[in-house]
T-cell receptor
Framework: DVKVTQSSRYLVKRTGEKVFLECVQD?????MFWYRQDPGLGLRLIYF???????EKGDIPEGYSVSREKKERFSLILESASTNQTSMYLC????????????FGSGTRLTVV | AQSVTQPDIHITVSEGASLELRCNYS??????LFWYVQSPGQGLQLLLK??????LVQGIKGFEAEFKRSQSSFNLRKPSVHWSDAAEYFC???????????FGSGTKLNVKP
């Protein structure tokens, strides 16, 4: 069964900390994505990557950066965590062409205190 | 810009009743369309997808959806709802070369015994 694995289900971090959220997929997919999900706002795209070392900004990239050094791994970095970054973070992957839809990880619920 | 609208934030139906969740999108060309389901605290699971051909598509768990180009809609239906269908449902549209999707804000489904 294909999988997208997010390293942590729950995280609690302090304001100002540098936070790393890790995502690994075993499907050899070209595209990987980071979304955040907030009540009433649905899913909002933070960053995505269509190839190793390539990245593109989504709709809400401010305060975040990403890294994709290997095809299977896509990391989201909060350079200096703030309370307004408390959210559910979802990673997804997608094969080239897009017609098969995303495969999502189980999510990381991040609380910044 | 592309947009996806799910006009119903919450819906409550009785177990065994029929269900229809609405989704409207704005996109110039024929899009790829998807419905996802999210159980509490989980990631999103693909229910069904449309990208061409028959406008009535069947998915998992007894769900179906119909693409209506004239109405820019892709409504999700189920003839008889089960208590286990209680979850949040998201409609999504894929744009361009389909490596980027846009999501609606979601519809939470409650099922009464």
């Amino acid at each position: 069964d294909v999988k997208v694995t997010q390293s942590s289900r729950y995280l609690v971090k302090r304001t100002g900390e540098k936070v790393f959220l890790e995502c690994v997929q075993d499907m050899d997919h070209e595209n990987m994505f980071w979304y955040r999900q907030d009540p009433g706002l649905g899913l909002r795209l933070i960053y995505f990557s269509y190839d190793v070392k390539m990245k593109e900004k989504g709709d809400i990239p401010e305060g975040y950066s990403v890294s994709r050094e290997k095809k299977e791994r896509f990391s989201l970095i909060l350079e200096s965590a703030s309370t307004n970054q408390t959210s559910m973070y979802l990673c997804a992957s997608l094969p080239a062409g897009g017609r098969y839809g995303y495969t999502f990880g189980s999510g990381t619920r991040l609380t910044v205190v | 810009a592309q947009s996806v609208t799910q006009p119903d934030i919450h819906i409550t139906v009785s177990e065994g009743a029929s269900l229809e969740l609405r989704c409207n999108y704005s996109y110039g060309a024929t899009p790829y369309l998807f419905w996802y389901v999210q159980s509490p605290g989980q990631g999103l699971q693909l229910l069904l997808k449309y990208f061409s051909g028959d406008t009535l598509v069947q998915g998992i768990k007894g769900f179906e959806a119909e693409f209506k180009r004239s109405q820019s809609s892709f409504n999700l239906r189920k003839p008889s709802v089960h208590w286990s269908d209680a979850a949040e449902y998201f409609c999504a549209v894929g744009e361009g070369n389909f490596n980027k999707f846009y999501f609606g804000s979601g519809t939470k489904l409650n099922v009464k015994p």
